[in-house]
């Protein structure tokens, strides 16, 4: 299907797509309207451009029309020559400047036939959307280059790129600044200067790259044509060649008119390029040129370039060392600043075009649109990361203001001058309230049977093949032990794989990866217990869906994350309705202990087995105490057990042990049961306090100890039915507190 045709004097340039239809078709669905899918288009010299999709339409120049170029698609491109032009040589030039033996999704493949005069090819853009051109270059057989370039925009197919990629690098860049930056891309995005910040090589290379041309000619220019200044110079010569005698002169000639040889001091006015304004030309061209010499050693030992990219490159680089070694700048001093202002740097011709350049180059960057172009990561890069900080935001919500957030992920320069988020253990975001670690946060860990703890998590192991996955949280949890940690794993898929009921459902094999994830993903404990364990207890997928948050609610992905622990949710910047699946599933993990999330949610064991827990309670205190069944009910309301203090019967003896109880064995007649409390130690409260919340307590002061739910608890060697409780009669009310190994001993008599 043929999309465009550009119509010039010395060519016509279609482009194609077998499968716009479709792909037009999967977008629409994901925007609101047809609106959200235009694209600016905008050309140089005589062209007839028009759009050929719906119906045939001229589009006039800087119109916005609906969009023909979308991620992932592939575009056939032909361009045919006018017989009569004699055209030797022809390409077809992109933004990217990556080796087609890249690994990158955006591909590009061009061949010039001389013979037809047709130039052919196609193209895809992977994942990287934003501002993009196509240029055709060609040379005619006396020698003359000609350029023409279509400047278009690159669509996402899953998200609104007119909104929703700008929300996305906001997001990054508020918490991680500059890890958005790319370089060598087939894309691009506007940005505007900051007179403050740092000037990083990543932008100062996008920069330099759109406009080094403007710049070498403009010192070219200054070079045919400098600004000099008159300078009164000492010169020395015969009575003979002065043409003007002053009065000292003429005093010295009267003294030496005798003497032919004498040599006469003289001051003549004398045009000298030592300019201020050319000591800057020659401090800003050396600092541009070093400094281009350094990125590009880098970049080549880094990134793998087409040979042409390569040689244009280094061409450019050898042009602007020719120019710092002109012959010009041998009689121009060493810049020393600014003394006044300089109305030549402002407003002369070639001058005012390298301070600028000098300018823009030395200042950082705002997200605002601007005149100049910055190039970011593909959307499938950047949506991943957003959706570690969504995730990241949302625990931070579950929160009270007195969490500590220790905030250890960090950006990591790689081989050339673009950051990373760095990964594993060295990403980690920790959740603290009063030193105790509540939850962590982890970016792409790579698990493996190595050695693996700057990339990975300790003690987490893949005893087969390394496993990566996107986030991984870790919730630490301390009511079956201190310190144990209840992982789940997320993973950001840009894709989406078809559309049921109004509502994008994630890849099937994405929902596959979970369950390989957690089959393949174990904890080890050291050499203390090298038993394999099983660690992940979930895993979900994060995808750019959307739909109705009631019918996204009853999908299939979202109900399998009740029944067996994995599933999806559709994130999406700018619908807060289905974010909130995520934020409540999130809140529930928080909130919930570590029994209910091993027995009694959905984590399903192997057939003919069940989930429990026993404690190990070595070194652990009880409290027996007698509770009145017809006090059970408020007991459960108020979770709270309390004991009277004093010297009346029925007191607790504080014992070693009563500030750290961790048990509660409660007797009624014959009924027992084993309850665990909570470890911040018991409260004194009054009678009347109590009394308020409907218990019957007579006297005036309590110990109150705060009960943590009321599953019984299962303690390995204890049988509490076997249990001799102290006392006969109504001593047997009296409340004690014993170790439980002691508790056990008793068992066993």
């Known amino acids: 299907m043929e999309l465009l045709l550009v119509e010039h004097p010395d060519f016509t340039l279609t482009i194609d797509s077998d499968n716009f239809n479709k792909v037009w078709g999967k977008a629409l669905k994901n925007m ?20 050929l999709t719906s119906e045939e339409r001229n589009i006039e120049n800087g119109e916005s029309s609906p969009a023909i170029f979308f991620d992932n698609a592939d575009y056939p491109i032909w361009v045919e020559f006018n017989r009569s032009l004699p055209v030797v040589d022809a390409h077809l030039s992109l933004p990217g400047k ?36 196509l240029r055709v270059d060609y040379t005619l057989s006396t020698g003359e280059k000609r350029t023409w370039q279509l400047n278009y925009e690159v669509l996402s197919t899953k998200l609104n790129y007119h909104e929703h990629w700008r929300t996305i690098i906001t997001d990054i860049e508020s918490e991680y600044r500059m890890l958005s930056l790319d370089f060598m891309r087939r894309t691009f995005h506007s940005f505007k200067p900051e007179s403050t910040g740092e000037s990083i090589d990543i ?193 931070e919500e579950q929160f009270d203001d007195d969490i500590t957030i220790d905030n250890q992920s960090r950006l990591e320069m790689n081989s050339a001058f673009t950051y990373n988020l760095s990964k594993g253990q060295s990403s980690s975001v920790l959740f603290r309230r009063d030193d105790v670690e509540l939850a962590e ?12 703890r700057n990339s990975g ?63 393949a993903i174990y904890f080890r404990n050291g050499l203390s217990d090298p038993t394999l364990k099983k660690e992940v207890i979930g895993g979900y997928i994060l995808f750019p869906g959307t739909g109705e948050s009631e019918v996204v609610a009853k999908a299939w992905f979202m109900q399998s994350v009740d029944e067996v622990n994995i599933g999806a949710f559709p994130l999406r910047p700018g619908e807060t309705s289905n974010r909130q699946f995520l934020s409540d599933f999130i809140s529930g993990l928080i909130n919930s202990n570590a029994r209910h999330l091993l027995t009694d949610s959905n984590i399903i064991p192997q057939k003919g087995l069940k989930y429990g827990y026993q404690d190990k309670a070595d070194g652990d205190y009880v409290l027996i105490g007698y509770y009145d069944k017809e006090d059970w009910e408020v007991i459960q309301r108020n979770s709270i057990y309390y004991v009277r203090t004093g010297l009346r019967n029925g007191s607790l003896h504080l014992a070693a042990g009563y500030e750290d109880v961790k048990y509660l064995l409660l007797h009624s007649g014959g009924e027992r049961k084993l309850l665990r409390l909570k470890g911040d130690g018991p409260r004194l409260a009054t009678g009347e306090e109590l009394r308020e919340k409907g218990f019957k307590s007579t006297g005036k002061n309590y110990l109150v100890y705060t009960i943590d739910g009321f599953q019984s608890v299962e303690i390995d060697g204890l049988d509490i039915n ?18 439980i190994d002691r508790l056990i001993e008793s068992t066993n008599k």
């Open 441 to 452: 946060l982890i970016y792409n860990p790579q698990e493996s049977h190595k050695d693996n």
């Open 457 to 519: 998590i300790e003690g987490v192991v893949s005893p087969t093949v390394p496993q990566r996955p996107d986030i991984v949280l870790q919730l630490t949890k301390n009511d079956i032990e201190t310190g144990m940690k209840m992982t789940y794993l997320f993973d950001a898929k840009y894709r989406i794989d078809k559309r049921e009921n109004g509502v994008d459902s994630p890849p099937d094999d994405a929902i596959n990866q979970m369950h390989r994830y957690r089959d």
């Open 32 to 51: 609101a309207s047809a609106d959200n899918l235009v694209s600016l288009y905008e050309w140089k010299d005589d062209a007839k451009v028009t759009l």
């Open 98 to 133: 990556i080796s087609k033996d890249a690994d990158s999704n955006a591909k590009e493949t061009f061949a010039f036939r001389k013979s037809a005069k047709m130039l052919t090819g196609f193209i895809n853009y992977g994942n990287e959307i934003g501002k993009s051109y």
């Open 722 to 739: 076997s249990v001799t409780i102290r006392g006969i009669g109504n001593r047997s009310a009296e409340p004690y507190i014993l170790p």
């Open 203 to 395: 932008i100062w290379w996008n920069v330099f790259q759109s406009i080094q041309n403007k710049f070498v000619a403009a010192v070219k220019s200054i070079l045919n044509k400098p600004r000099h200044r008159l300078r009164d110079m000492a010169e020395y010569m015969r009575a003979e060649r002065i043409k003007r005698f002053t009065p000292t002169l003429e005093e010295e000639y009267a003294r030496n008119k005798k003497n032919d040889s004498h040599l006469y001091r003289t001051m003549q006015p004398t045009n000298s390029n030592d300019t201020m304004e050319n000591r800057f030309l020659r401090h800003a061209l050396t600092g541009i040129s070093n400094r281009y010499h350094k990125l590009l050693e880098r970049i080549e030992s880094s990134t793998p370039l087409s040979s042409e990219v390569l040689k244009e490159m280094k061409s450019s680089d050898q042009k602007l060392q020719r120019l710092c070694r002109h012959p010009f700048f041998r009689t121009v001093g060493r810049f020393s600043g600014f003394t006044q202002e300089s109305q030549v740097l402002q407003k002369a011709s070639g001058y005012s075009q390298v301070y600028q350049t000098w300018v823009i180059l030395n200042k950082s960057y705002s997200l605002e649109e601007g005149l100049h172009n910055l190039e970011t990561k593909d959307i499938a890069t950047l949506y991943e990361i957003w959706c570690f900080i969504q995730v990241k935001r949302i625990i």
